[in-house]
């Protein structure tokens, strides 16, 4: 074997490994990655869930104090121990938000998202603000439901808190869409936005915006068209949208 041949041997042969390796680490990285989001995750649902118990406990004491003013001097202390509390929660809450997207972004970049668990409460909010008019329900040629606007562009919210795992057109027909991932397999797509407002990787709160109504794709009018899963799979395996967030129409 001639030097130089043997030289695009051994070239040959290392990037093979190097890119071996490479991929190892990869797949390590993802693994070290979701462990990481799954544990911030349950911070964040743990911090919010705490944050909602001070919450009541402090309007159990201004409810208190308001009926009874002998109770006020006792109460006061604990009632600044409470704000105290919920102000360092936020501070924590903010941070561990930032870092839970930027984990997400990470994954996103490498991998899916599936091991998440469940970031709902298990309630949902109506996804279009005002307008609450079901042009077309689910069937068996129509994979969600269609929320008419009647020509006005309104704000598309959350209806669960999740992570946005998609926010573009690819010319599948959905025009501007979201899809935002919620934990244990469960995703929800919003389609035909006239704008996206949020980003890839984003971690959003159930009523926060998404876009707004529009009918970008195929539409033939301003609509929400909103379809969703409980099994992976948002375009084609879909669950009928209406049978959950009918149940809160107004938050
Ligand atoms: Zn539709």
Redesign the pocket.
């Known amino acids: 074997m001639s030097k130089s041949k043997l030289k695009v041997v051994v070239i040959a042969v290392l990037l093979g490994v190097l890119s071996f390796t490479g991929l190892n680490q990869g797949n390590i990285q993802a693994d070290e990655l979701k462990s990481k989001q799954v544990v911030l995750a349950k911070e964040i649902i743990k911090s919010i869930k705490y944050q909602a118990d001070i919450k009541t406990e402090l309007e159990i004491i201004k409810n208190k104090e308001s009926s009874d003013s002998d109770a006020l001097n006792i109460d006061l202390t604990l009632e600044m121990t409470f704000q105290k509390t919920l102000e360092n929660l936020e501070i924590e809450l903010i941070k561990d938000k930032l870092e839970f997207e930027l984990v997400n972004k990470q994954i996103l970049s490498v991998g899916d998202t599936a091991e998440l668990p469940y970031l709902g409460d298990g309630s949902y909010t109506w996804p279009v603000e005002d307008y609450f008019n079901v042009s077309?329900y689910y069937g068996a040629t129509?994979k969600?439901?269609?929320i008419n606007t009647l020509g006005a562009h309104p704000n598309v919210v959350a209806v669960q808190t999740g992570i946005v795992v998609k926010a573009i057109n690819d010319g599948d027909g959905f025009g501007n869409k979201v899809v935002v991932y919620q934990g244990d397999n469960t995703y929800t797509l919003y389609?035909h936005l006239q704008t996206m407002k949020v980003q890839v990787g984003q971690y959003i709160e159930e009523g926060k915006i998404i876009g707004l109504v529009g009918h970008t794709g195929n539409s033939t009018g301003d609509?929400l068209?909103i379809q969703m899963t409980k099994s992976g799979n948002v375009e084609n395996n879909t669950i009928d949208p209406y049978e959950y967030i009918k149940i809160v129409e107004n938050k």
């Open positions: 077309q129509h969600g439901i269609d389609a609509h068209h």
